[in-house]
């Protein structure tokens, strides 16, 4: 189920990507695909942090599948990404 997940995410990336290009003119799509990834750190992010010795807890719960499914992790994803490629001249 997890390889389904990852190839819709994909597909629908490419897709939007390609929308994005037509109306636009400039090719983002690797940030698209790259986006689209982002809800599944929560798969390897809680046994990373395990060996580090860091124990997150969400609502008194270990991270979990699912956790970075909900706008604010986006939301965040967005702003710090927004700020960390705006040096870079990509004006999102």
């Not at 790259?34 to 046994?47: A, F, G, N």
């Not at 997150?56 to 700020?83: E, R």
Request: with cysteine; hydrophobic share 55%; aromatic share 16%.
């Amino acid at each position: 189920m997890l390889i389904e997940h990852l190839l819709y995410s994909t597909a629908l990336a490419i897709f939007i990507g390609m929308i994005h290009y037509r109306f636009f003119c400039r090719d983002y799509s690797w940030i698209i695909i790259v986006s689209s990834y982002i809800p599944d750190l929560d798969l390897i992010s809680d046994s990373l942090l395990k060996k580090m010795g860091i124990v997150v807890l969400i609502s008194g719960h270990q991270i979990i599948h699912g956790n970075f499914h909900n706008i604010a992790i986006l939301a965040l994803f967005a702003i710090y990404i927004a700020f960390l490629l705006h040096p870079f001249g990509f004006n999102l």
